[in-house]
């Protein structure tokens, strides 16, 4: 049985040892929500949610390869949209497109000033712009 939460602040060294253990980019912080999944207590999958000035910014989105083609990022992604009340943005690799577009992802036509600093760091990674809804 999975379990998927928002887990408190205090717990994000988990979610980096998690990340660290599966050689994910990225590095959760305080200011993150932090969603998880657990199976047995245990981390399977984990996310980050920054909370720009703006907009939100969901980043290192990480399933661990055991577990992986169950539909966990989907679920994941999906529990944690349901409780958001601003806009989400993400860069998604080319080859995740789809996933994303399935739970209301749609590519970004313009970009504010942030969100183009933002991505500017990112694009030499092959990735698009999608925001949510």
């Not at 080859?95 to 749609?106: H, K, M």
């Not at 313009?110 to 925001?131: C, E, G, P």
């Amino acid at each position: 049985m999975y379990v998927i939460e928002c887990i408190n602040e205090i717990k994000t060294p988990l979610v980096n040892k998690f990340y660290k253990q599966h050689n994910a980019k990225g590095r959760a912080n305080k200011q993150d929500q932090l969603w998880v999944v657990y199976a047995d207590k245990e981390i399977i999958a984990a996310c980050r949610l920054q909370n720009k000035t703006d907009f939100l910014f969901l980043s290192t989105v990480f399933v661990a390869p055991k577990h992986r083609s169950k539909g966990l990022a989907t679920l994941l992604i999906s529990t944690l949209l349901k409780s958001q009340k601003k806009v989400v943005y993400t860069f998604a690799y080319k080859n995740v497109v789809d996933l994303y577009s399935a739970l209301g992802f749609n590519q970004v036509l313009t970009y504010t000033f942030a969100l183009q600093s933002l991505f500017d760091i990112y694009k030499h990674r092959n990735i698009v712009a999608l925001k949510y809804p």
